[in-house]
């Protein structure tokens, strides 16, 4: 809750990761509260306020995710929502003459963002390839699994246009 929050106001890229992060740790812990409690919401250290708001955010959030019922997999639809809002506005970007960093950053990523969206399911935006590239490194630096060089330079090239998008995105919020 409080990592998600500050991350929201401040790298919406962040935010969608992390709040993915989130969202397999509630699979992972079944759903149930009781787990979360103790591995999660205990580990802040924060006053009993704040532990009680915290563990109000994550019962909705579980609530939240069964009504969605996203127990197997998916995201949430503020997330999915949130997302495609990133995508429109990729596309704004690109589109744009007064930008031409972005426009360098994202024909730089293209070609990778086109591999993997062949490889990616039907219908997957370029911005949300790229963020499921940026969350299977994630997940495999938590492994300790090293990616090979040409995903490490993919990553790169997406990190560098993602960058500039979230830049532009929140200082147009």
């Not at 990592?3 to 992972?28: F, G, S, T």
């Not at 990133?86 to 024909?107: G, K, T, V």
């Not at 062949?118 to 390839?129: F, L, N, Q, W």
Request: glycine share 4%; charged share 25%.
């Amino acid at each position: 809750m409080i990592i998600a929050q500050q991350k929201r106001k401040e790298n919406i890229i962040e935010y969608l990761l992390y709040m993915w992060h989130i969202e397999d740790l509630m699979r992972a812990h079944r759903f149930d509260i009781l787990q979360v409690r103790e591995h999660i919401i205990s580990r802040f250290g924060q006053p009993e306020n704040v532990l009680q708001q915290m563990d109000e955010w994550y019962g909705n959030l579980i609530r939240q995710m069964k009504e969605e019922e996203l127990q197997a997999g998916g995201h949430l639809h503020e997330l999915d929502e949130q997302m495609h809002q990133l995508n429109d506005f990729h596309l704004n970007l690109i589109n744009d003459l007064n930008e031409p960093d972005y426009r360098q950053a994202y024909h730089s990523a293209q070609p990778c963002i086109a591999e993997l969206k062949r490889k990616s399911k039907p219908g997957a935006t370029e911005i949300e390839v790229c963020l499921n590239a940026l969350y299977v490194l994630m997940t495999m630096r938590m492994k300790k699994t090293c990616p090979s060089a040409e995903t490490t330079e993919a990553i790169e090239r997406f990190g560098r246009m993602l960058s500039l998008l979230n830049h532009r995105y929140m200082s147009r919020k």
